[in-house]
């Protein structure tokens, strides 16, 4: 699923200037899964805003509403009813979620509520892992289902940088297994290790650290166990 976070709320407050009615609209895909966009999110968010507004001597309408997708024409019957009303609309969806929006309403001002981080798993309640960059280029099948673009903090698409440990941790985070070591392992499994000896082009990847995110409300919960 994609996860994100809800934005600073002074960043929202700036996006959202100038509006007196404003509909903030959650999504109850994958956002409301990773608890930062559903119609939960949608009322903390709403009640966090009008104190904040009300701290600042302004007065701004805030309405929400939760449809079951965002980046799905079949869900927004309701919601082309609603948005006529309203001066600006706030999306609690991910990236993806929230230009579908503003390309269906093209006459109001659509902004995020939240920062898409990533595509992950869900690791406990509130706690996601990335496990996947949407690269494009899928080489799952052949590295036993171990993904080396977000697992190896290098990214590497042919076998260890030589930086392995013994008990084949990465170099760069002993705590965090060498991706390809796993990869190793899992196709001698398999009986599959003649994977490992096919070589792929080098590509320019970019920022290939493997990210997590524990919202705000569970990090007291997870922090120790990281």
């Not at 929202?12 to 509006?19: A, D, F, Q």
């Not at 109001?108 to 690791?123: A, E, H, S």
């Not at 297994?177 to 009986?191: H, S, T, V």
């Amino acid at each position: 699923m994609i996860v994100g976070e809800r934005k600073p709320l002074e960043e929202i407050k700036e996006m959202i200037k100038g509006y007196r009615r404003l509909l903030d609209v959650g999504c109850g895909g994958c956002t409301s899964v990773c608890l930062a966009g559903g119609q939960k999110e949608v009322e903390i968010l709403n009640r966090d805003l009008k104190e904040a507004l009300k701290t600042d001597g302004l007065s701004v309408e805030i309405d929400g509403y939760t449809i079951e997708r965002q980046c799905n024409a079949d869900f927004f019957t309701e919601l082309d009813e609603m948005v006529g009303q309203y001066d600006a609309v706030l999306s609690l969806a991910c990236g993806a979620g929230v230009q579908f929006v503003a390309e269906r309403y093209p006459e109001k001002p659509v902004f995020p509520g939240l920062n898409t981080v990533f595509v992950g798993v869900d690791r406990n309640i509130g706690w996601f892992e990335e496990n996947c960059r949407t690269c494009g280029e899928c080489v799952l099948g052949e590295t036993g289902g171990i993904c080396p673009v977000t697992r190896c903090a290098k990214g590497l698409f042919n076998g260890p940088c030589g930086g392995t440990t013994l008990d084949g941790k990465c170099e760069v985070n002993n705590d965090v297994p060498c991706a390809w070591y796993e990869i190793y392992q899992r196709l001698k499994k398999q009986g599959r290790l003649e994977n490992i000896l096919k070589i792929k082009p080098a590509r320019d990847w970019e920022n290939q650290t493997q990210r997590s995110l524990i919202q705000e409300a569970y990090k007291k919960r997870y922090i120790k166990e990281q």
